[in-house]
């Protein structure tokens, strides 16, 4: 029989990808990681690892034996959650990974839910966008994830992870507010950085668009000389917003790159850039630059929890899944 233990050492290896990241994530060091491996290559008695270049990879038998790996600790995930489950007192840590509006919104409710309800349960809140925090939860790190994904722009759904829809998050068009009248001989007065406003659907800064016939889409062309604050490349949220952009007509003008979307409404209000801001920013205050619509199919991000396959039925993460849902209803 082989050695369980060997055998997530090589499933990491393949989450991970370096001896490196293994011994790092695990706290041993590389040589002891090596020394197991080689050992379990000769229990299994072929190999198992081949180089390429300075790194290595696995051979299609290794590949073999993860897949069988991944149904056994998907079986002992069952088991945990069994045991945990059968306990009348809910305790232990869960490891929470979330993206920031999430982190700033929803997840203070859920911990509130959560301590009220059951003091004894730990809960680590990690601020992680999903590109990363997916496969640290296939790896262990986590056992929990906020994730999102954007219109016309699915995000990977690895077969090891369970998905539950948790919000549905409206997409806005936000714009720098116009400028506040002024004496036209008054040369000390504030200058609005972004030139004339273009088209807006809005006559204040603290109502959503929707009282004038001009369409979504010919509001976000209008944008189209202006300065924009994204998200970086190759996340999903500049995917989607660079796809919306093309589908209207132009190419936006990035000036401004970032996951930090608090820096992106700091951006608007100054003056600064044109961005795609969801509701949950405002965290239930009135917005404070004018928002218009998007065109339809583009109105709305979905949040999602993600547990390994085998985790979901454990008491702790489906008490968390319940708080969050609760937090998102208010």
Known sequence: MFDLHRLRLLRELKHRGTLAAVAAALSYSPSSVSQQLSQLEAEVGVPLLEPVGRRVRLTEQAEILVAHTEAVLERLERAEADIAASLTDLSGSLRVATFQTA???LVPAALTLLRD?????????????PERALPALLARDFDLVIAEEYPGSPGPRPDGLEREDLYEDPMHLATPPPPAPTDSTDLTGPTNLMGPAGPTDLTSPTATANTTA???RATLRAQADRPWVLEPEGTAARCWAMALCRTAGFEPDVRFEST??????????????????PDLVWNGRPPTVPL????????????????????????????CRRALRRGAGT
């Open 103 to 105: 982190a700033l919104t």
């Open 214 to 216: 001009t369409s979504p």
């Open 292 to 319: 218009h619509r998007l065109p339809r199919g583009h109105r709305s991000r979905r949040l999602a929890t993600a547990v390994r396959r085998g985790s979901s039925g454990h008491p702790a993460v489906a008490a």
């Open 260 to 277: 930090d979307l608090l820096l992106h409404l700091r951006l608007v209000e100054q003056g600064h850039a044109v961005a795609l801001l």
């Open 117 to 129: 309800a059951h003091p004894r349960l730990r809960v680590h809140v990690t601020q992680m966008e």
